[in-house]
């Protein structure tokens, strides 16, 4: 039996909500390991609805992407890693909202690829969350088309206060994590954020009822979710950039433009990890790494593009990334949830 | 029982290996709805055997990925799809290779992404492949680190002539095909062109026992292959893109520079494929892509770099892309591999 | 004869020194229509001075680049537009100092195009400075190859407090300006920002020499500087990105990756300012731009590139940007300076 | 006075137009030394002669951009750099035109840079040429704008046929050459590429009676154009990338996708010429570029993009680039037009 050093639950307060990383004074403290329970907003701040509620209409910038937070991890230094892994993610409504919003997305211009042409049409996608079959459903705008997705809720936007004091708006992806829409950061993954700042100042928000690989037309199935996380730190392990681990996978992420920039940090964090862990030359493991790796794109709408490089742990022996951390804290989330 | 309209083998002479798309006469004239068997050499042209063997010493430009072909399919027009089912893959010898090559590869300088650097240092890996037992063997070559890896065969490089006349060589990927070197161009997989010439002139190289997405450092797991494949046309269905289908999957291919570019392309040719295929409204289609599909990277070192798009064919319901072909095809191979 | 608003000097206080555009209160506020005299320490904080001061030992992260400021101007307001016009740019020493920096620079690896390589060497070249003669001297660090190239003093950084609440270190180029590291930022040159918070809150730094287009190497000829500035509002006048005027040219600027982006945002601001001063269609400005514009680079090395697009000023007949603030303030900082 | 080999005129015969680089006979072949006359018809084959000739109706993929030759120098080899100077470049016609083309230009949505956006619309510009004057003139479509702009003949597209056997539309740029469309292109300026077949096989095309840097909308005041070269051999000198030499400046070029990258090269190129025509250590040419260099944009647009790298002679000293050709190559070139 695992037993947390404290389990917090943070008050859900729209007023609290931040929609920057860096700045700001803490909404709760917390010891490592412990498990903290919060509520985020969707992207929209809840604002979108229906299909009338057009976001360029309805929401107001920058009050866009509210995170939860931020939440202070006692003893967190520069120079640490802050583990945190996402105990249970779970819709807080029985519905998601999806959009275009003029100039933004994959296939449109936008203010940085910057075009002569009128904005696409800006329209809203309702999408029913039926949790207990697992489901959200796409409904056409146009005609009668319907299909049930599964539903795979996940968090586009985790970070903490950048580095060199900062201040970056929520719907920016980075090395202090931020808005990185990876479809990747699931319940049952640990996320591993390098701490700028003393405390790290974890936020959360931007939940995701499903997203593809890309988050093509610039928004995923948006949603309000309860979330459970449980955090620690591991004293001196910095990393370049965020890096996941599930059960399954070691992951690095590259946050970047062009995108194939993007995807050169994620594999040469992915190359430099694996080296350390198996003790292996860098040519080897980038040997290694170009045979045994997967690179999905996570974001390529963001004001950085994010990609994603995962290698399975099972090429990995017996070795262990950051000691543990993440089983030690997923049996931590567990047995909390086996005792609500 | 499915009776292919003909059985073909190709030669394997090394005297007639292409290396480029586009010019040359076809080794073999098949006509539609054929079986055709042939073998393939590895991208050094099977002269990289040994750690001593390094290419830039061994292999001559522009003697590089050799590939099998051109085959001239009967009755092929500029306009239609030229459909090639990919039957059987499998390795024609124990052993493959792989290599940094200088500046060449994703996380080093290249005649391209000009540097000041020294080139990476030039090594071999060879992977011993145990075909029984499904594996291909990584070996470090400082310290004694070893681990078997999935075989996953696949063809890196497959195409047809190219429009406008052009003639390019085996090594770049583009709208003909060529090098895109994805690891989705496995067995099971139907792979559609566009044709540009009379008798489409499909040429296949490039075996890997299997390859990472993104091809990091440049080469695959590089070895030569016996290969089944069964083509066919569809009049007048030329795609845009390279597509592939399987059993599971609906894929785009985009290949371009940068790396965000060969996505969307990738992405609109998916978003116009089901539009088409659901009859849904370019935004719906967009809308579900976005939420449905997956995106992993093929290639990011290439002439041109290459990013799937994925859509499960789940979400199509009763739909079937070009009438069914892949269908057809899969069920003429597998009786064809049954008689064997 | 035309009298300022003000005339005031800002004191030259290191204590004082900003790191960052946004937060920070200002070090003093002035008038529209005012003079102010100003001193900024080089990119370096003046630590660097000889062969053996390399940068990454004598310079502490984050504390790099320096800049004067923030200076309130009263009465700005977010949509206005902020005009500071560069008076007079003098070195304030007879020697400037550049170096490469590791894994900095336009022809290197760096933290985001990130690869295998180590770094190229750190290194330093001091260039004396010769006001009168009107050159600064390079002198090769192996060899005794040395040249005098023309002075032409300029400064990298200049502009406001960001949108949204951000606080952006000084080394980032972007909409707000900071670290655009144009050649043509010289005396004799009016730049315009959005303003985005009450005050505008402007900050100057990083003089340079000289630097050729690109900023190649990642570091001009920088040096300290006297310069003298003449600042007016354009209510309600705020562009969408920094544009730049002087007697001859009109010019935007644009700050992304890819450098393309950077091209295109550049590119389309001017077709858009074109459109409006000649109340020209849009696709008629396109084509004016197309036929008589100029592009070149500024810098291809920050954590934005940033090009710039140039319009001659012939091609708009009488039509005057904003009013004729430029030839405005010109006359005003001609006065000023006649009467030191 | 200096006596060219020969002076040839090759035939003007539409029928003998090239549309690649790469394959095809020669029209002519030439001594090393000669004086060479043509005539070149505009990118639209001469079928856009006014507002209602829209290029996708009158132009008939893949004819467009047809280049005059191949012209075969002999005894140029594999290795060597063949130098072409223009001695004149002179429009043929007094009027020229430009366009916007469906799906080609920077500010818009292309095939590459693939978005859902409908195309922009298709417009077509007619200049009128004042040869005399040394004008051409806009006008705009919509009201009555109209302005002389300054005449700056020069060649889009001059080149020569690619190396590994490749044939690549007239369209393309790339280290052949091609469709480069820089406005350095212009009379007096010598071009060096590195020949990959026998007798280089040069071609030209594509005449600008001006054009912006970056050329925006994707075309330029296209015309006909009477031009004289003089071609000579540097037996071994073959540059890695075209390079251009005019009276006050060197010039490297670079052809690639992202635009830093066609930067890279460009610079990576010019940094090396610096470096042997000084005897300079690496680093310090980097440096010397670094501060002394510029760095236009030539095309933004075409299938690859493409970078100047510019750096003034003065401070070469009397160092010579290829020893001199290009002053030779312009003597001579006075002397014949001199005698005509």
């Given at each position: 039996m695992n037993t947390p050093a404290q389990v917090i639950s943070v008050p859900d307060d729209p007023e609290r909500y931040?929609?920057?990383?860096?700045g700001g004074s803490p909404v709760v403290t917390v010891e490592p390991g412990s498990i903290v329970e919060l509520t985020t907003e969707d992207c929209f701040g809840g604002r979108v609805r229906g299909a009338d509620d057009l976001p360029s209409r309805v929401?107001?910038?920058?009050?866009?992407?509210p995170v939860t937070g931020p939440i202070a991890v006692a003893?967190?230094?520069?120079?640490d890693a802050l583990a945190v892994h996402f105990v249970d993610i779970s819709p807080a409504r029985d519905w998601g909202v999806s959009s275009t919003f003029p100039h933004f997305g994959a296939l449109t211009a936008t203010h940085t690829t910057a075009m002569l042409h009128p904005a696409l049409e800006e329209r809203v996608w309702v999408y029913a969350i039926d949790a207990k079959a697992g489901t959200c459903r796409f409904e056409a705008t146009r005609g009668d088309f319907a299909v049930d997705l599964p539903l795979d809720p996940m968090h586009g936007t985790v970070g903490v206060a950048p580095a060199a004091g900062e201040r970056l708006t929520s719907i920016s992806p980075g090395v202090h994590g931020g808005?990185?829409?990876?479809?990747?950061?699931?319940?049952g993954t640990t996320v591993y954020f390098g701490v700028n700042?003393?405390?790290?100042?974890l936020a959360i928000g931007d939940g995701h009822a499903r997203q593809g690989e890309g988050e093509v037309c610039g928004t995923a199935v948006e949603t309000a979710m309860h979330t459970v996380v449980a955090v620690d730190l591991v004293k001196g392990g910095a990393p370049a950039v965020p890096r996941l681990e599930n059960d399954d996978f070691l992951l690095s992420t590259g946050h970047a433009r062009p995108l194939e920039d993007a995807f050169r940090i994620s594999q040469h964090d992915l190359v430099q990890w694996t080296a350390e862990l198996l003790g292996l030359d860098r040519l080897d493991a980038y040997q290694l790494v170009s045979q045994a790796g997967l690179a999905p794109a996570a974001n390529v709408c963001d004001t950085q593009y994010t990609m994603v490089a995962k290698l399975p742990k099972r090429v990995l022996g017996t070795a262990r990334a950051y000691d543990g951390v993440h089983e030690r804290l997923r049996a931590l989330g567990a047995d909390h949830l086996r005792q609500r």
């Open positions: 931040a929609y920057s990383f860096g929401c107001t910038f920058p009050y866009l992407n003893g967190a230094e520069p120079g808005n990185m829409d990876t479809p990747e950061l699931r319940a700042v003393e405390g790290a100042m």
